[in-house]
């Protein structure tokens, strides 16, 4: 994969201002204006002759990456196979993206290893658990592995569940998924207990009432929350677009109309634990539904 030509690097809004206000040049077009509070002109150069010094220090190498697949043998049909998946590299910090997926991953793995010692359960068909790398770059990790078992997964995979971002709000489930897994996903969610005590207060006892409550299907003949179509961007892309294996994203959301719950911190240096527990998921009251007790 080639590298961009130009680079790009996220700043803030002050940052932005003090590097933009003073240039010389035509004033751009106004579909070009933001909103801060200077002349949006497009240089080239300064009126006053100074200007700003860029420093990199990102180089470019070869990295090794590596997958790690965990399975749960099935009692019934062993050779058939539920996959899930998240991936573990990240641009900056991660605490979203992918590190809230990783860690509802983890927490499920843990479950499940649980309930086979303390219940001596078995599940019907193996579950395989899968932690990809290079993900960021390309899904590289997750369809370099698909490729290599692309005749076992046409034959005997199941489906993909894929959970890339697990936490950006507390406000609703969203889901992605291709038709095959609605039915199988709105079960689903019908039987989770709802993590917001505020929205249980409310009669919305799961996490299907509310999300068909703040998410309805926009089909007028059917009383069902929306289910979005499933496009690329993770790694259950290699999946369904390689092997025709069927996908499902899952992520708890933000209100996408409430720009000061939907911060725009994604990929940036700003995706901390922080702003999981301070902005994301107050109380972590989503990401602790996660909790092996609960299985």
Same mark, same amino acid.
């Given at each position: 994969?080639?590298?961009?030509?130009?680079?790009?690097?996220?700043i803030s809004y002050e940052d932005a201002k003090y590097i933009m206000n003073g240039l010389k040049g035509p004033t751009a077009p106004k579909s070009w204006f933001g909103k801060l509070n200077i002349t949006y002109n497009i240089g080239p150069g300064?009126?006053? +002759?100074?200007?700003?010094?860029?420093?990199?220090?990102?180089?470019? /190498?070869?990295?090794?990456?590596? #997958?790690?697949? $965990?399975?749960?043998?099935?009692?019934?049909?062993? %050779?058939?196979?539920?996959l899930v998946g998240n991936h573990r590299d990240s641009w900056t910090f991660g605490s979203v993206d992918p590190s809230s997926g990783t860690a509802a991953m983890l927490e499920l793995t843990k479950a499940f290893t649980n309930v086979m010692k303390?219940?001596?359960?078995?599940?019907?068909?193996?579950?395989?658990?899968?932690?990809? $790398?290079?993900?960021?770059?390309?899904?590289?990790?997750?369809?370099?592995?698909?490729?290599?078992? /692309?005749?076992?997964?046409?034959?005997?995979?199941?489906?993909?569940?894929?959970? +890339?971002?697990?936490?950006?709000?507390?406000?609703?489930?969203?889901?992605?998924?291709?038709?095959?897994?609605?039915?199988?996903?709105? #079960?689903?969610?019908?039987?989770?207990?709802?993590?917001?005590?505020?929205?249980?207060?409310? $009669?919305?006892?799961?996490?299907?009432?509310?999300?068909?409550?703040?998410?309805?299907?926009?089909?007028?003949?059917?009383?069902?929350?929306?289910?979005?179509?499933?496009?690329? !961007?993770? %790694?259950?892309?290699?999946?369904?677009?390689?092997? $025709?294996?069927?996908?499902?994203?899952?992520?708890?959301?933000?209100?996408?109309? +409430?720009?000061?719950?939907?911060?725009?911190?994604?990929?940036?240096?700003?995706?901390?634990?922080?702003?999981?527990?301070?902005?994301?998921?107050? !109380?972590?009251?989503?990401?602790?539904?996660? +909790?092996? #007790?609960?299985?």
């Open positions: 994969m080639k590298l961009p030509l130009i680079p790009a690097h996220c300064y009126a006053d +002759d100074s200007y700003v010094t860029l420093e990199v220090n990102t180089r470019v /190498q070869k990295s090794l990456i590596h #997958n790690v697949i $965990g399975v749960i043998r099935g009692c019934t049909e062993p %050779d058939r196979y539920v303390n219940e001596n359960w078995c599940p019907r068909r193996s579950i395989v658990f899968c932690s990809w $790398g290079a993900e960021e770059y390309g899904l590289i990790g997750s369809t370099e592995w698909v490729e290599e078992n /692309q005749k076992l997964l046409q034959s005997q995979a199941v489906a993909y569940l894929n959970v +890339d971002i697990a936490v950006e709000g507390n406000y609703s489930l969203q889901a992605k998924g291709v038709p095959l897994l609605f039915e199988t996903i709105w #079960n689903a969610a019908k039987v989770v207990p709802n993590p917001n005590p505020e929205e249980v207060s409310l $009669g919305h006892k799961t996490v299907y009432d509310t999300w068909i409550t703040r998410s309805p299907s926009n089909i007028t003949s059917s009383n069902v929350p929306k289910v979005k179509g499933v496009g690329s !961007g993770s %790694d259950h892309s290699p999946f369904l677009q390689i092997v $025709g294996v069927p996908v499902v994203d899952f992520r708890y959301t933000c209100d996408k109309n +409430d720009q000061t719950i939907c911060y725009p911190l994604y990929h940036t240096m700003y995706e901390t634990y922080n702003l999981e527990a301070d902005l994301l998921d107050r !109380g972590f009251l989503v990401i602790l539904n996660f +909790d092996s #007790n609960n299985l």
